[in-house]
């Protein structure tokens, strides 16, 4: 499965796409889309938008996931940040991909282990689960964690999905032997 990984920013919002065969990750890409500081709000979320549609439509993710903003102090700056994070949903949606959200201490308890490691921790970790990714910037490591995040989530999803059926067919089997024997 191929996944996006996104960390929303105004001023530049992450990407990681990454593979998931088996349990194995495997780097795809990851960078950045950036928007112009000075430029009105409604200009920089068309920039996000078309941005991210790029990346999606150059790696073809089958799924996304996207990192929850918390609120911060300044209501201004969370206002700006969730616009931003709207993009961020919207444009995989818009391209046919489920999208999921993890809030931040989900994702860096599910890569480093612990809800509140810190950035350096949270990037160390993704070099050392994504080998061969070389050096990479803080927000493309974000994403990248989120996308390892939501593979683990996917992974775990499919094990207990695997495991209901077999229990189903286990149960089955049982009630025709039963069945059988009572005749």
């Given at each position: ?15 990681g796409v990454i593979e998931s065969v ?56 969370t206002l700006r940040l969730g616009t ?100």
């Amino acid at each position: 499965m191929r996944i996006l990984g996104l960390d929303p920013g105004l001023r530049r919002t992450g990407w990681g796409v990454i593979e998931s065969v088996r349990g194995r990750l495997r780097p795809v890409a990851c960078g950045t889309v950036a928007s112009a500081d000075g430029a009105p709000l409604a200009e920089r979320l068309v920039a996000l938008h078309d941005g991210l549609s790029a990346v999606i439509a150059e790696y073809g993710p089958q799924t996304a996931a996207v990192e929850e903003t918390f609120v911060n102090r300044n209501p201004t700056s969370t206002l700006r940040l969730g616009t931003a994070r709207g993009v961020a949903l919207l444009v995989p949606a818009l391209a046919g991909l489920p999208v999921a959200e993890y809030g931040a201490n989900h994702i860096k308890k599910a890569v480093v282990g612990a809800g509140h490691a810190g950035k350096e921790q949270v990037q160390a970790m993704v070099l050392r689960l994504l080998p061969g990714l070389g050096a990479v910037g803080s927000d493309a490591a974000d994403a990248l964690a989120v996308a390892i995040c939501h593979a683990h989530h996917c992974e775990t999803q499919a094990a207990v999905a695997a495991g209901q059926r077999a229990d189903l067919s286990a149960m089955a089997a049982g009630m025709a032997v039963r069945r059988r024997s009572s005749r």
